[in-house]
């Protein structure tokens, strides 16, 4: 008899028997035959056991003949079976890859739905936003159809006098030349104070912020100069509240986002707080461990003015609520420049004086029962104080003093304080913007003016 076991994997055997009866004689292992060994590999290959006569026994016996090649063909079967175990094996692999891919598949599809639906609710949260945001304009929009009439009216008056001029070149003294220069005059005096008065407004909405650029310390300043022309869009960058003098310099937007410093100034005195502006070509700024305000020339690289502002406090004595020695605050609106501090003979409380760009004087001054300490920023459009009531998240301008009627009024304005941290927000009155210095952020905040336009009808 000879057995043999073949294994293709821990999973799969196959076992084929061979049964082989020689009737005509018996030899044992003693009586001249070899005995091989079985046993199984550590890759589940199987050894076979044979028992034989030797070689020079029964070598021509026809029988022995049959064995040799029924042992070679049991070799032929076992390299099929190793070559069918490899393929096996290697579809196996294929199978579980595609496995494996059909889950991730189904994964995708899951996803897929939820973004779908993600997305829509997305959408319609975006497109509702968009619908409040208008809402504030309703008002406005009314105002101005009531001002399409006025318009139109200058619009005709302006192809009149096309008219008549035209008419002039023609026939040289037919109308009387100063009295058309006259009209022309009041009609561009009209003219300009109708956008005069469009220039200014309440404030209705703060929407942003867009962040410009991320860069510097927690704390700093950056800002434009509104009585730049439109031509001149340089960008000024101080970063850090204290122990500083660098100011750089950007020729343009793209510059200051891109990195590129066109010059670099280094001021005579270092500045303390982060609440400068640069006016007509000079940077306004106070001046460390005092409350003297200095006028700095880029053009001159000199101090053109200084002055102490009287009775302010300095160095962290009425700071606004995020400290950084912020007690004294230089601004600038449609109407001039303003600076914002207090005062113990004003109990702490916030004082505005609008003062002289060329001087430093104090022009005016309104004292106000805001504290100083509880403000969190402020900011001046059209000769009113907007203060908020926070620098960190959840702040909004909560308070508004006007300089026109000496009044005051508790409001609620909010807006997205994105990075948590607010260290400077001033208004540019050119662009009609906040510039706002976010926890190392700078960025934008858009703001909505409410216009009334008197004409010289009204009472």
Not at 194 to 215: A, Q
Request: with cysteine; aromatic share 12%.
């Amino acid at each position: 008899y000879i057995y043999l076991f073949l294994s293709l994997n821990p999973s799969i055997s196959i076992s084929i028997s061979l049964f082989i009866s020689i009737s005509s004689f018996t030899i044992g292992p003693k009586e001249g035959w070899q005995v091989y060994s079985s046993a199984q590999d550590a890759d589940g290959r199987c050894i076979c056991t044979v028992v034989a006569p030797e070689q020079s026994l029964c070598s021509r016996d026809a029988k022995s003949r049959q064995l040799r090649q029924l042992l070679e063909k049991v070799q032929n079967m076992s390299q099929s079976i190793e070559v069918l175990n490899l393929r096996t094996q290697r579809d196996f692999q294929y199978v579980m890859k595609m496995e494996n891919q059909m889950k991730g598949l189904r994964t995708k599809f899951r996803q897929i739905e939820d973004d779908r639906k993600s997305i829509m609710a997305r959408n319609f949260q975006e497109l509702k936003d968009k619908m409040d945001e208008l809402k504030p304009l309703i008002p406005v929009l009314e105002q101005y159809k009531m001002d399409a009439a006025l318009i139109s009216q200058f619009k005709e008056e302006i192809r009149n006098l096309s008219a008549v001029l035209t008419g002039i070149q023609e026939e040289l003294g037919a109308y009387d030349y100063d009295e058309l220069y006259q009209r022309v005059l009041r009609l561009d005096s009209r003219l300009r104070s109708c956008m005069g008065k469009l220039t200014c407004g309440k404030l209705m909405k703060i929407t942003g912020p867009v962040t410009i650029k991320t860069s510097g310390t927690r704390f700093g300043a950056w800002m434009t100069d509104p009585l730049a022309s439109t031509r001149n869009n340089r960008v000024w960058y101080m970063d850090s509240y204290t122990n500083s003098k660098i100011v750089r310099e950007y020729k343009s937007m793209d510059d200051f986002v891109s990195g590129v410093v066109s010059r670099t100034y280094s001021l005579p005195f270092k500045w303390e707080g982060t609440n400068h502006i640069v006016y007509n070509g000079s940077l306004y700024y106070n001046k460390y461990q005092s409350n003297i305000i200095v006028k700095y020339s880029f053009d001159s690289g000199s101090v053109l003015a200084q002055r102490a502002l009287e009775f302010a406090g300095f160095h962290n004595m009425y700071p606004y609520t995020w400290g950084g020695y912020s007690d004294i605050d230089v601004m600038a609106d449609e109407l001039g420049m303003w600076v914002v501090y207090a005062t113990n003979q004003n109990a702490g409380n916030v004082v505005i004086s609008q003062i002289d760009p060329d001087t430093l004087q104090v022009l005016k001054t309104w004292n106000t029962e805001y504290s100083k300490r509880n403000a969190g920023e402020s900011f001046m459009i059209c000769g009113t104080l907007y203060i908020t009531n926070s620098h960190l998240s959840g702040a909004k301008v909560y308070y508004a003093y006007s300089t026109k009627t000496s009044t005051y009024e508790y409001i609620d304005i909010p807006f997205h304080n994105q990075y948590f941290h607010i260290s400077m927000l001033d208004y540019n009155a050119r662009e009609r913007a906040l510039y706002a210095w976010n926890n190392g952020h700078q960025v934008i905040f858009n703001v909505t003016l409410f216009h009334v336009i008197k004409t010289d009808d009204d009472s």
